[in-house]
C-alpha cells in the first residue's frame, strides 16, 4: 500500500526577506503593490522640496526653537520668548528636533512632515488589512496617497500631518483594544489623541464620540469591563492632553512667553476660544470670539465639500464612500456585536461624518487643509466598501445588489467630470484626467453590468479595473499639479488650479502672497551659526488666522535694507525690533536670525505688549527699536504709540522706526 507524503507546510519567509515578499497567505502582488504605493507617497509628498517654503510663521518658530530650549518648550515665535505661536508646540517640536540634528533648512523641517504622510499611508493599509484583505488595503491606501488635499499639506510646515497620525495611531489602537478586550491598548489611545491634542487642541478630539460609540458597543468584553476601561482610557486621554497646558499655565506670566491667541495670557482660554468654540461658532460666539469668522473654504453649509474651492481638494470620492458605508452596515446588518468588519465600518464611518458635519458647518476660521484629517476616513470606506459591494455584486441577490456598485461607480465617476469641468482650461492635464474618467468611467459600468447579466467575471473584474483607473484619475492629477508645482502658498495650502478667490470665500492661487509679506528683497538668510535659513516669500502668516497689518503691521515697509541698519545698531539688545505682528516678525526673524517682538500676535489684537512692559524692556537695554504703524489692522497700541513718538528719536532714513534708550524711560 502506497503512503502518500502529506504535503510540505509552506516556507515563511523572515527578517528582511519577508519585509519585500509579506506573509505567505498573501498574493504575491500584495507586498509589491504595498510598496510601490508608499514609494508613491514619498515621491508625491517629497518631489523637488528645495521649492517649497512652508509656512514662514511655524519655520520662524522652529528656527528659533533651534536657538533657545525655552522657546522651544513654550512653543515661542522669537528666540527670546516673548510671544508664542497660537497652537500647542508638538508639531514644532518633530521639525525642531530634526533641525537641531541635522541644521535647519527646508528639507530639514520637511523631513518629519514627509515621514508621517507616509506612515499614515502604511498605518491605514495595516488596519484595512487586517479585517478586510490586501485588495481593500491597498485601495485605501492608494486612495489616500493620491488625496490632494493631503498632498499639498505633507509638503508644508503646518500641523496638519502630525494630527492625522496622531489620530490614526489612537484609531490602531483602538482597534485592537475592541478586537482583544484589553485595557492598555486603549490607554495607549487616549495617549495618542492626547499627543494630537497637543498638536492642533480641539481639532483631535473630532473622532472621539465615534471612538467611544465602536469601543462600547463593539468590545469584546462585558458591559462593566468596556465602561471601567473607558474611563481609565479617558484619564490617560485627559492627562496627555492637559499636561502641556497646566505646566504652562502654571509657570508665572512674568517667566514665559505670552501665549499667542488668548484673551487673557493662558492656554486655557487659547483651548476653548479660538482654538475652540471660535471654530464653530466664529466671531457670533461669546466664547472664543477670536474665531472671527474668516473662511478661505467658502460658505459655511452642507455643500462646503462640494463647493468650487473645496470640491477638488476632497470631494472625489465622497459619493463612493457614503455609498460604500450605507451598503457595508447593511451588509454586516446581522452580524455578532462584537464582529470585527462591522465595528470598522463604525470606526471609519464616524471619523468620516464626524469630520464632515464639523468642518461643513464650522462658521470659524476655515482653510481648505483642515479637510486632510477626513482623508483617512473616506480612504478606509473606499477601500472597504469596493471590496464588499464588488462581492455582494457578485455573489448577492441581482435585485438588491445588482446595481450598487454600478450605482456608485456611475455617481462618483460623474461627480469627477463636473470637477474638471470645473477647470477646464487649466491645462492639458485636467483635460486628459476627464477623458480618462469619461471613457474608463463608461467601461467600467458597461462592462459591471454586462459581465453581470451574461455571467463573465473576467469582464466584471475588467470593469472593476477600469472603475478604479475612472476614480482616481481625477485625484491623481490634482495631486501630480500639487507636488510639482514649483511655488506653493505656505499659509494656505491647495492643490490644483484656483477655482476661488481670496479671504472669505475662495482660494489663493498657489503662490500668491496674503497680507503680511516677507521684508522687501529677501531670499534666504545666515543664522547665527552660519547655516542658511530659508526667508518668506510672501506668504508669511499663520495657517489659521486672517487679517493682520500687512508690512510691519500697517504701512510701513520693512525692506533688506532696514534689517541690516538694525543688525548693525542692536548695541546688545535681545530682540532686533519690536513690530506690531507675527507675519512681519517671522520674516524678519528668518530673515536676520535675531529675536523680533510680535507685540500683537498675528492680528495685532493680543495684549501681549503694555506700556509698561515695553519701558521695561528699553530700561534694560533688551529692545532699542520699534515700528510704529498707525493705520490698518495691525496697527500699534495707541498708548504705546503715542509715548513711542514723544519720547523716541525717529530714524529719518526709515519711515515708522524708532530708537529707545534707557535714558528715555522717566
Same mark, same amino acid.
Given at each position: ?24 497567505? #498573501? ?103 487586517? #479585517? &478586510? ?7 485605501? @491606501? ?22 492625522? &497620525? ?25 495617549? /495618542? ?24 458597543? /463593539? ?57 475652540? &468654540?471660535?471654530?464653530?461658532? =466664529? ?8 474665531? %472671527? ?41 446581522? /452580524? ?25 458647518? @464650522? ?21 472597504? =466598501? ?140 545666515? %543664522? /547665527? ?76 489684537? #493680543? ?29 500699534? %497700541? ?14 529719518? #532714513? ?13
Amino acid at each position: 500500500m502506497t503512503t502518500l507524503a502529506p504535503s510540505p507546510a509552506p516556507v515563511r519567509s523572515t527578517g528582511p526577506r519577508r519585509l519585500f515578499t509579506g506573509p505567505p497567505q #498573501d498574493p504575491r502582488w500584495a507586498r509589491p503593490a504595498f510598496w510601490a504605493v508608499l514609494v508613491l507617497a514619498t515621491a508625491l509628498y517629497a518631489w523637488n522640496l528645495s521649492s517649497v517654503t512652508g509656512n514662514t510663521f511655524y519655520n520662524a518658530a522652529v528656527y528659533s526653537g533651534t536657538q533657545s530650549w525655552k522657546a522651544f518648550f513654550f512653543g515661542a515665535l522669537d528666540a527670546g520668548s516673548f510671544i508664542t505661536v497660537d497652537k500647542p508646540p508638538f508639531a514644532l517640536w518633530a521639525m525642531g528636533l530634526s533641525a537641531r540634528v541635522l541644521g535647519y533648512g527646508t528639507w530639514q523641517l520637511m523631513l518629519p512632515m514627509v515621514a508621517v504622510g507616509v506612515g499614515s499611508v502604511a498605518l491605514l493599509y495595516r488596519m484595512v488589512k487586517r #479585517d &478586510f484583505g490586501v485588495v481593500a488595503a491597498t485601495i485605501a @491606501a492608494l486612495v489616500l496617497t493620491l488625496t490632494p488635499i493631503t498632498v499639498a499639506i505633507s509638503r508644508d510646515t503646518n500641523p496638519d500631518p502630525i494630527l492625522v &497620525f496622531l489620530m490614526l495611531l489612537g484609531a490602531a489602537a483602538l482597534a485592537k483594544s475592541v478586537r482583544t478586550g484589553r485595557l492598555m491598548p486603549l490607554v495607549w489611545s487616549g495617549v /495618542a489623541i492626547g499627543f494630537a491634542f497637543n498638536t492642533k487642541m480641539m481639532q483631535a478630539y473630532v473622532v472621539l464620540p465615534a471612538f467611544f460609540l465602536v469601543y462600547l458597543w /463593539a468590545a469584546n468584553a462585558s458591559l462593566g469591563r468596556r465602561i471601567r476601561n473607558l474611563a481609565v482610557g479617558t484619564v490617560a486621554l485627559v492627562v496627555s492632553s492637559a499636561w502641556w497646558m497646566v505646566v504652562v499655565d502654571l509657570v508665572p506670566a512674568s517667566s514665559r512667553p505670552y501665549i499667542g491667541g488668548s484673551t487673557d495670557n493662558t492656554v486655557w482660554d487659547l483651548v476653548i476660544g479660538y482654538n475652540g &468654540f471660535g471654530r464653530i461658532f =466664529g466671531a457670533s460666539s461669546s466664547v472664543g470670539s477670536q474665531g %472671527n469668522g474668516a473662511s478661505f473654504g467658502g460658505e459655511a453649509g452642507l455643500y462646503r465639500m462640494f463647493n468650487e474651492i473645496m470640491g477638488g481638494q476632497i470631494s472625489w470620492l465622497i459619493p463612493f464612500a457614503l455609498i460604500a458605508l450605507v451598503g457595508g452596515l447593511v451588509l454586516r446588518g446581522r /452580524a455578532p456585536r462584537t464582529d470585527a468588519k462591522r465595528a470598522a465600518l463604525m470606526l471609519w464611518g464616524g471619523w468620516f461624518v464626524l469630520h464632515y458635519l464639523t468642518f461643513a458647518l @464650522a462658521e470659524g476660521t476655515f482653510h481648505p487643509y483642515y479637510v486632510t484629517a477626513m482623508a483617512p476616513g473616506i480612504a478606509a470606506l473606499v477601500g472597504i =466598501g469596493a471590496v464588499m459591494l464588488y462581492r455582494a455584486f457578485v455573489e448577492g441577490s441581482a435585485a438588491k445588489w445588482g446595481w450598487v456598485l454600478p450605482g456608485a461607480v456611475a455617481v462618483s465617476a460623474v461627480w469627477a467630470v463636473v470637477l474638471l469641468e470645473r477647470v477646464s482650461g487649466s491645462g492639458t492635464l485636467y483635460t486628459v484626467a476627464e477623458i480618462v474618467v469619461g471613457v474608463a468611467g463608461a467601461v467600467a459600468v458597461l462592462g459591471l453590468l454586462a459581465g453581470r447579466f451574461l455571467k463573465r467575471r473576467r469582464l466584471i473584474g475588467v470593469a472593476a479595473l477600469a472603475a478604479a483607473v475612472a476614480l482616481l484619475a481625477g485625484p491623481a492629477a490634482y495631486s501630480v499639479s500639487a507636488a510639482t508645482t514649483a511655488s506653493t502658498n505656505g499659509t494656505n495650502p491647495t492643490a490644483g488650479p484656483s477655482t476661488g478667490g481670496g479671504m472669505g470665500g475662495g482660494e489663493r492661487p498657489s503662490g500668491s502672497a496674503p497680507t503680511g509679506a516677507a521684508p522687501s528683497g529677501a531670499t534666504s538668510s545666515e %543664522n /547665527a551659526s552660519g547655516e542658511t535659513a530659508p526667508s518668506g516669500d510672501g506668504q508669511s502668516g499663520s495657517s489659521d488666522r486672517t487679517g493682520g497689518g500687512g508690512q510691519a503691521g500697517g504701512r510701513t515697509q520693512v525692506t533688506s535694507e532696514m534689517i541690516t541698519y538694525l543688525k548693525k545698531n542692536q548695541d546688545g539688545a535681545t530682540w532686533l525690533v519690536a513690530v506690531a505682528t507675527d507675519q512681519t516678525a517671522s520674516s524678519i526673524i528668518l530673515e536676520s536670525g535675531e529675536p523680533v517682538i510680535s507685540m500683537g500676535g498675528w492680528s495685532g489684537s #493680543d495684549e501681549a505688549m503694555t506700556l509698561a512692559k515695553l519701558k521695561s524692556l528699553v530700561k534694560a537695554g533688551k529692545l532699542h527699536y520699534i515700528v510704529i504703524s498707525d493705520s490698518g489692522q495691525g496697527s500699534t %497700541n495707541s498708548e504705546i504709540s503715542t509715548w513711542v513718538k514723544k519720547n523716541g528719536t525717529a530714524v529719518s #532714513d526709515y519711515s515708522g522706526l524708532y530708537r529707545l534708550d534707557a535714558s528715555d524711560v522717566g
